[in-house]
Structure formats: structure tokens, C-alpha cells
Nanobody, 127 residues
Framework: QVRLVESGGGWVQPGGSLRLSCAASGTIIYINRMSWYRQAPGKEREHVAT???????NYADFVKGRAAISRDNGENMVTLQMTDAKPDDTAVYYC?????????????????????WGQGTQVTVSA
């Protein structure tokens, strides 16, 4: 079974920086997409940043220029660094990964991708 565990959330002053990490563990063949999402109180979960297995990245407009997503394929980790934190960044941040696992069904072994989410880590930006 695969698990995603986030770390690094907490309280940040406006204008400060934060660093979130997410480690995947379990029966992983390889990881395709790794992403960060966030959900503020009363709002829907929204995409923050994604890094593909080949290294291509994309960011939501609200973090462009002040966020950097990176991954360590050897450690199955993804990290999000943000600068110039704003009160609107206050949210629970979730790690997402599309992970390819080995499956055996009726004696036939195949590789199949599954979506996994972490449990979330709270980030609060306030003075």
C-alpha cells in the first residue's frame, strides 16, 4: 500500500517563506505526476503546482513567481517552496501523486497507475 506523508506546515508571517515536503512510500514502481493542492475554509480544493516525471512544471497563477516545486525521484519526495506568503495562502495543503504500482490479477502481473493523496498539512499566514 502506498502512503503520502506531508510535513512542513505551520504558521508563517505575511511576506515570509514556507517549505512543504511530501514523501511517498510503499510498493512504488515509479511516480508520474506529483502535485500540491490546497483548500481554504469554505472553498474548493485548488491546484497549486505540479511537476511531471520528466521535470516539466506548472503553477497556478496565484503563486507564479513566488513558488518553486521540485522532486527527488530517488527519495520519492516532492517539495514546495513559497516566498512572499500572503494571508490568502492560508489553507490545508495536500500532496498528490500518480503512482504506478505492480498489480497481480488472476495470475497476470501488470503495472497500473493510481491516484494518492496525503492527509494534508495546515498553513496559516498571519501577523
Amino acid at each position: 500500500q502506498v502512503r503520502l506523508v506531508e510535513s512542513g506546515g505551520g504558521w508563517v508571517q505575511p511576506g515570509g517563506s514556507l517549505r512543504l515536503s511530501c514523501a511517498a512510500s510503499g510498493t512504488i514502481i515509479y511516480i508520474n505526476r506529483m502535485s500540491w493542492y490546497r483548500q481554504a475554509p469554505g472553498k474548493e480544493r485548488e491546484h497549486v503546482a505540479t511537476i511531471e516525471s520528466g521535470g516539466r512544471k506548472n503553477y497556478a497563477d496565484f503563486v507564479k513567481g513566488r513558488a518553486a516545486i521540485s522532486r527527488d525521484n530517488g527519495e520519492n519526495m516532492v517539495t514546495l517552496q513559497m516566498t512572499d506568503a500572503k494571508p490568502d495562502d492560508t489553507a490545508v495543503y495536500y500532496c498528490y501523486a500518480a503512482i504506478v504500482e505492480k498489480e497481480a490479477i488472476e495470475g497476470v502481473i501488470s503495472h497500473k497507475s493510481h491516484d494518492y493523496w496525503g492527509q494534508g498539512t495546515q498553513v496559516t499566514v498571519s501577523a
